[in-house]
């Protein structure tokens, strides 16, 4: 079955930049999303169709896409940015997949 | 406002059945495509299946995962996004949520929990 692989864990102190990856055979062709969770709560959005950022995300969340590997920067971390991260695509039939999840570390 | 919220969940014994409900409110439900996922405690989150728009074929698929046991469905002239669950294991625990990518202004639900035990 299809996958999407993250790296289970990311590390950074504060005011660094956090990079988390996504890799998957589908992602030239299918979108990337990303979304945060943290601890105890519904998952959020932070960035759609590879690079979008929804309106209330910061703009130290960025996504970018490129072959089989879909990248989201967080510039200058923050604190509360601390927590799972998660991509989401599809693949080659539509359906969905989400990757494993990423534990980002600020400290 | 623009929602989903999530209902249904309870507990269950092993073998019995539960429909989760999806109302969603503040978009336009008829042209989304509609997602059920799921997270088990402590755990990830799983795609458990999508229902296109009408428009669009109103087709369902499943994770291999499913077997048959979840169907979804959904009712416009409600906004209503339905799971039927059968066939409830305990691997079935998890808190659901349904969510859209077809637009980035929805934010998830807070889920509905299903405890499958005996």
């Known amino acids: 079955s299809y996958e999407l692989t993250q790296p289970p864990s990311v590390s950074v102190s504060p005011g660094q930049t956090a990079r988390i990856t996504c890799s998957g055979d589908?992602?030239?062709?299918?979108?990337a999303y990303w979304y945060q969770q943290k601890s105890g709560q519904a998952p959020v959005l932070v960035i759609h169709e590879d690079s979008k950022r929804p309106s209330g995300i910061p703009e130290r969340f960025s996504g970018f896409s490129s072959g089989t590997m879909a990248t989201l920067t967080i510039s200058g971390a923050q604190v509360e940015d601390e927590g799972d991260y998660y991509c989401y695509s599809a693949d080659s039939s539509g359906k969905g997949v989400f990757g494993g999840g990423t534990k980002l570390t600020v400290l | 406002e623009v929602q989903v919220v999530e209902s249904g969940g309870g507990l269950v014994k092993p073998g019995g059945s539960l429909r989760l409900s999806c109302a969603a409110s503040g978009f336009t439900f008829s042209d989304a495509w509609m997602i059920w996922v799921r997270q088990a405690p402590g755990k990830g989150l799983e795609w458990i299946g999508r229902i296109k728009s009408r428009t669009d074929g109103g087709t369902v698929d499943y994770a291999a995962f499913v077997k048959g046991r979840f169907t979804i469905s959904r009712d416009e002239s409600k906004n209503m996004l339905y799971l039927q669950m059968n066939s409830l294991k305990t691997e079935d625990t998890a808190v659901y949520y349904c969510f859209t990518t077809s637009t980035s202004e929805l934010p998830w639900g807070q889920g509905t929990l299903v405890t499958v035990s005996s």
């Open positions: 589908a992602l030239p062709k299918k979108y």
